[in-house]
């Protein structure tokens, strides 16, 4: 198994309100991608969102990545998700920023699609009816891989158009295009995303166990991918969940009891109408259910709903993850209850301590399907006219790049 962190400019509380308290916790989580470059981790993934108070003030993460992508040297940065419906990021706009992001951080940047949170961040781009992104989605993720191929582009389609030939630039660095990804919930889109060759990107809210038939549907459906969409397959399921590694035991357990913790659940329940929510579960401003005692702590424990221990224990109880059929497991660097000083101990505790365990490979996955990478289109649509250019400037790149 792969490893990552998450940042979704999670700001819970009054806070949320004031641009001086926004502006550090965005530079934290900042800080701690470029930290964990140091220290095992092979991504970072940043959220996109819009309109949602306290859940994601990460609006723009395309210019977060860049910033983090110059300083740091190996860990790859990814969207978790570009939204790919053309009313809120026209095809071509989506296909130049993850072009130029593939540049910008040669080839460590990883495209994560999807739809949306739900109806009141989608609201904010005047649509109003959250399940008709699901067919732009599916119209748009088959042609982006298409604009990087050829030098005369044109669609005409039921939700987008580029009228007339156009050359979408830049071109992605090098041999293939970004590994490709998408957002899944539900079983079937697990099996879809397999079925297109895409790696699945999952936002875990239940016990790890419950994931296993989601699991089983991406491999199988990937099992049979015979076109897919892009000019390899990526075959990954990334799932995300919360962690508390600390040396000190008792630390980390308090932190897990602490008052306030599951306050982003709330929240997920109030945004996120496109997810499956759980009986009974808080609504923001509802208190979220706090874990009573150790006794119930260690049953959350053994649910797979977090992992908190010593290095030793996290080691352990990641191998439920592995059981399931994870290949990649992304923690939340915005942990509830844990101090600014204490993520930077734990990204550096579990990068040591518990990745070797699991991770023995250098090399990312995700870079080994890319070197498999072969064209799919052809680079011209039209015939190339003839045309002779008899004076370009003496200071011009050859190709090659020399």
């Known amino acids: 198994m792969e490893f990552g962190i998450f940042m979704n400019g999670y700001h ?26 140091k220290y095992n981790w092979k991504y970072a993934w940043f959220g996109e969102h819009h309109s949602l108070t306290e859940y994601s003030h990460m609006s723009a993460p395309e210019v977060v990545m860049g910033y983090v992508a110059r300083a740091t040297e190996r860990i790859h940065v990814g969207s978790a998700i570009m939204n790919l419906s053309p009313r809120v990021n026209h095809p071509v706009r989506n296909a130049e920023r993850a072009a130029m992001l593939d540049h910008i951080t040669e080839n ?34 088959k042609e982006i891989p298409r604009m990087w191929e050829q030098e005369d582009y044109e669609f ?13 630039l830049p071109k992605p660095y090098g041999k293939g295009h970004p590994p490709i990804w998408m957002a899944c919930g539900n079983p079937p889109s697990f099996g879809r995303a397999g079925e297109l060759g895409l790696g699945a990107i999952a936002f875990n809210f239940e016990p790890i166990h419950n994931l296993k038939g989601r699991v089983e549907a991406y491999k199988e459906g990937i099992a049979n991918c015979t076109e897919p969409v892009g000019q390899f397959m990526n075959d990954n399921v990334m799932m995300t969940n919360a962690v508390i590694c600390l040396e000190d035991r008792k630390r980390a357990r308090e932190i897990a009891l602490s008052r306030g913790r599951g306050y982003q659940y709330s929240l997920v329940a109030l945004y996120h109408d ?46 439920a993850y592995q059981d399931v059929g994870c290949d990649q497991v992304v923690f939340s660097m915005a942990p509830e209850g ?4 204490e993520v930077f101990e734990m990204i550096e ?34 015939p190339v006219p003839d045309i002779t250019v ?13």
Not at 285 to 299: F, G, K, S, T, Y
Not at 352 to 377: M, N, W
Not at 390 to 402: F, K, L, Q, R
Request: a negative charge; proline letters at 10%; glycine letters at 8%.
């Open 12 to 37: 819970p509380g009054p806070g949320a309100h004031d641009t001086e308290a926004e502006h550090t916790l965005l530079m934290r989580e900042l800080e701690y991608a470029i930290h964990a470059d």
């Open 108 to 141: 460590r940047y990883e495209w994560g699609t999807g739809r949306g949170a739900g109806s009141h961040e989608i609201a904010s781009f005047n649509i109003l009816d959250k399940d008709s992104t699901k067919v732009e989605w599916e119209e748009v993720i």
């Open 156 to 168: 005409s389609g039921d939700h987008f158009e580029v009228p007339y030939p156009h050359n979408i």
């Open 274 to 319: 496109t997810m499956p929510r759980k009986e009974g579960a808080p609504i923001w401003p509802q208190p979220p259910h706090q874990i009573p005692n150790e006794e119930v702590l260690d049953q959350v424990i053994a649910a797979g709903s977090l992992l908190c221990g010593t290095p030793e224990e996290v080691c352990e109880q990641l191998a």
């Open 338 to 341: 844990v101090e600014h000083d």
């Open 349 to 382: 505790l579990f990068g040591t301590k518990v990745i070797p365990e699991y991770d023995k490979d250098p090399v990312h996955s995700t870079t080994r399907y890319r070197e498999q990478a072969k064209p799919k289109y052809s680079r011209y649509n039209h």
């Open 390 to 402: 008899e004076a370009i400037p003496t200071n011009a790149i050859p190709p090659g790049g020399a």
